[in-house]
């Protein structure tokens, strides 16, 4: 056996393990020689934390079954389906309670219901852009039939409905589309730091909303999806939650009764359109209107 002297000694990275070649070395390459007193360079773990998120992120999105994961975590899908579900176990008895005359009556008029219910939901179905505003009219729809047919087998059973349809209206709201888009949640100073900095966007679009409104809810879903669809190197999309500062209001002139959502287009930290105008009224807000106003 031979021995070099400490200096002439040089010694090869071999990882001792996949996990560790993987951390040491790009996968395919070579091992690197380094001469002792070295540090090996390492891939901070911290650096795939946000792949791993996203990951995670990606899965909770492509949920194999979107509308039951819906239904069993949001309160208003839940509820609106428990008051559904409980007009068959009362109907289930209705028979025995009731004469074969109104019997007959009720079979006819929740026919006639069921009919009309699928011709206004399939009108609603070509005429609206959003799923969040086809539901909410769907839901409302199934309540009012829900309702008259209640009146036909009894007064009380009726009036218990309207009673829980004011309860779900009071309690909890319908969830609005949660994507962004390529838009970005901003708060009033982040927003005019943007504007006064001018390093990003030449042209910022901002909705100014609150998640309170049911107009912005019904729409929620347009404004990512003109983000996608627009966003360039020249204009970007952000977002401002009035609700959680209202004082935003007051210092971009956005009005909090009837003009919500609000969108403003500035150039160079100058506001050159908004839509609605001030104290006007507030337009139905489509894909179509706000490409064009683009």
């Known amino acids: 056996m031979c021995f070099r002297s400490g200096e002439e000694k040089e010694e090869t990275v071999v990882a001792e393990s996949s996990d560790a070649k993987r951390l040491t070395t790009p996968e395919g390459a070579a091992p690197r020689r380094r001469h002792r007193g070295e540090k090996p360079q390492t891939v901070e773990v911290g650096d795939m934390e946000p792949a791993k998120t996203a990951t995670a992120n990606g899965k909770n999105r492509n949920h194999p079954f979107p509308w039951l994961n819906l239904l069993v975590t ?43 219910f699928l011709v206004l939901v399939s009108v609603k179905m070509v005429k609206e852009e959003t799923w969040e505003a086809f539901i909410a009219d769907t839901l409302f729809y199934a309540k009012g039939f829900l309702f008259a047919v209640a009146l036909v087998i009894n007064y009380h059973l009726a009036f218990c409905y309207l009673l829980g349809f ?50 912005w809810i019904r729409t929620s879903r347009v404004f990512p ?8 190197k020249n204009i970007s999309f952000g977002i401002v939650d009035i609700g959680h500062f209202p004082n935003a209001a007051e210092t971009f002139g956005v009005s909090l009764w009837g003009q919500l959502p609000t969108y403003i287009l500035f150039d160079n930290a100058v506001e050159v359109s908004r839509f609605p105008d001030f104290n006007s009224p507030m337009p139905t807000i489509t894909k179509t209107e706000c490409s064009s106003r683009r």
Request: some cysteine; overall charge negative; hydrophobic content about 40%.
């Open 74 to 116: 949001e309160p208003f899908y839940l509820l609106h389906f428990l008051a559904f579900f409980s007009y068959f176990v009362v109907r289930s008895s209705v028979p025995q309670t009731i004469s074969s005359d109104l019997s007959h009556l009720l079979l006819r008029r929740e026919m006639q219901a069921i009919l009309t």
């Open 166 to 215: 004011i309860v779900i209206y009071v309690v909890c709201q319908q969830p609005p589309y949660d994507g962004l888009g390529d838009s970005s949640q901003l708060t009033p100073l982040q927003l005019e730091s943007l504007l006064t900095e001018g390093k990003t966007s030449r042209f910022w679009l901002v909705e100014f909303r609150t998640l309170c409104s049911s107009t």
């Open 225 to 232: 999806e003109l983000s996608t669809i627009y966003s360039n």
